[in-house]
């Protein structure tokens, strides 16, 4: 079965990076774009970017541009996602989630997630 | 930062029809198609309706999917104890995904 089984919680203090593995299982890894997506505490869901094994084409949400980095390994089918200069309201658990489509389209179909990752942000 | 308005809360007794609504815009639900997520306490979110009213295999008949212009609905018809979850609705918007503000239904 599909799997995704990202890395464990992280404690980081301001102006830090941070970066979240998401190994993948259970399905042909390039055949399916990678999104991240972060929760913070009693929020709602934002869409990070995403990431096509496929192709390598990569498309981030403006508000993360310059910011955020995201890889793939096909050799070890896992997508990363490093965030850097950490601030407190970047406080939030991140989840990366399989795309329906090998390539970055324009689309919000997510068909499996990873577990999450909380990554905490503090002085 | 959410663009798509979902109500905060809904609650029905068991076996009662829960319906969920989430409004946007021409450039979000009007133009793009809507997906559903539910998301158990302390779990990660699920698929739950795809593409306007389609269930992936596994998920129950109960619930089910609309799309009417720039609004979307989740129903949830014969309401179980299991179905208390927080619900989000998604959608492509421009040149960013974007999800609902989300909707905590509750089991009495």
């Known amino acids: 079965q599909v799997q995704l089984v990202q890395s464990g919680a992280e404690v980081k203090k301001p102006g830090a990076s941070v970066k979240v593995s998401c190994k993948a299982s259970g399905y042909t890894f390039r055949r399916h774009a990678i999104s991240w997506v972060r929760q913070a505490p009693g929020q709602g869901h934002e869409w990070m970017g995403r990431i096509s094994p496929y192709n390598g084409d990569i498309k981030f949400a403006q508000k993360f541009q310059g910011r955020v980095t995201m890889t793939t390994d096909i050799s070890t089918n896992t997508a990363y996602m490093e965030l850097t200069s950490l601030r407190s309201d970047d406080t939030a658990v991140y989840y990366c989630a399989r795309d329906h489509h090998p390539i970055a389209v324009a689309d919000m179909y997510f068909d499996s997630w990873g577990q999450g990752t909380l990554v905490t942000v503090s002085s | 930062q959410s663009v798509l308005t979902q109500p905060p809360s809904a609650s029905g007794t068991p076996g009662q029809r829960v319906t969920i609504s989430c409004s946007g815009s021409?450039?979000?639900?009007?133009?793009?198609?809507v997906y559903w997520y539910q998301q158990l306490p302390g779990t990660a979110p699920t698929l739950l309706i795809y593409?306007?009213?389609q269930r992936p295999s596994g998920v129950p008949d109960r619930f089910s999917g609309s799309k009417s212009g720039t609004s979307a609905s989740l129903a949830i018809s014969g309401l179980r104890s299991e179905d208390e979850a927080d619900y989000y609705c998604a959608a492509w918007d421009d040149s960013a995904g974007v999800f609902g503000t989300g909707t905590k239904v509750t089991v009495l």
């Open positions: 021409s450039s979000n639900i009007g133009s793009n198609h």
């Open positions: 593409r306007n009213d």
